[in-house]
């Protein structure tokens, strides 16, 4: 599993530094009760029913992104069975689940590679970026540089309450924070949700190269 490379800064004021995931993966994996957890929050309406991933990830780029409410926890995301795209995961990837009350993004970029075709998507550029409303992302591989305002760094993950709806499980490493701005944002999805999503200057096609 890659670690997670997110250059930070305090909530007192910006200075280079790194947070990596990687320690918080043991902690996840070793409660043995995270889809347990992830079912019970779901039947209590905290979390949004979650899909089955088809195991193809997209890349994700965007200048800027500024976000208002923001959280980000482990989580398990499932194929459907006998999905030819399982490899050696099992069906199952470990993900950084990040989640945004409100977020607009500059120069939205998506691409996927479909296996000799790349259906690329941009969005957001002339002045009108792309906006979303309980933006929730699942990544294994986040990097830009990032701005946190009013940080909490180790909070439990069932006692998130920056993005109305959605929690972690119990035990499961998190943070939180009031604000985030990250620039040149990169980041490896499996899947992506938002009760509401608005792309000005919308562009769909086949590219030979992505994002």
Excluded: Y
């Excluded at 889809?35 to 779901?42: E, Q």
């Excluded at 039947?43 to 780029?61: K, M, Y």
């Excluded at 760094?153 to 959605?166: C, E, F, H, N, R």
């Excluded at 119990?170 to 701005?181: H, S, Y």
């Amino acid at each position: 599993m890659s670690s997670v490379d997110i250059p930070t800064a305090s909530a007192s004021g910006p200075e280079e530094g790194a947070v990596r995931w990687r320690r918080f993966f043991p902690a996840l994996l070793g409660t043995g009760v995270l889809s347990a957890a992830m079912v019970l929050l779901t039947a209590q309406g905290v979390l949004a029913a979650q899909f089955s991933i088809s195991g193809l990830p997209f890349t994700v780029t965007a200048d800027r992104l500024d976000g208002t409410g923001f959280e980000q926890f482990a989580a398990l995301d499932h194929m459907v069975e006998g999905s030819p795209n399982e490899g050696d995961t099992g069906g199952q990837v470990v993900v950084i689940v990040s989640a945004i009350d409100r977020a607009e993004l500059t120069n939205l970029c998506q691409s996927v590679d479909m296996g000799g075709m790349v259906l690329k998507i941009t969005a957001g550029n002339a002045g009108k970026p792309v906006k979303a409303r309980t933006l929730v992302v699942d990544s294994d591989s986040i990097t830009g540089d990032a701005d946190f305002s009013k940080i909490d760094i180790g909070q439990d993950a069932s006692t998130l309450d920056k993005v109305p709806g959605v929690k972690g499980g119990i035990g499961i490493f998190a943070q939180q924070a009031d604000t985030v701005v990250i620039e040149k944002l990169r980041q490896n999805n499996w899947a992506t949700t938002a009760s509401a999503f608005t792309l000005p200057n919308l562009r769909m096609s086949f590219a030979s190269e992505g994002c």
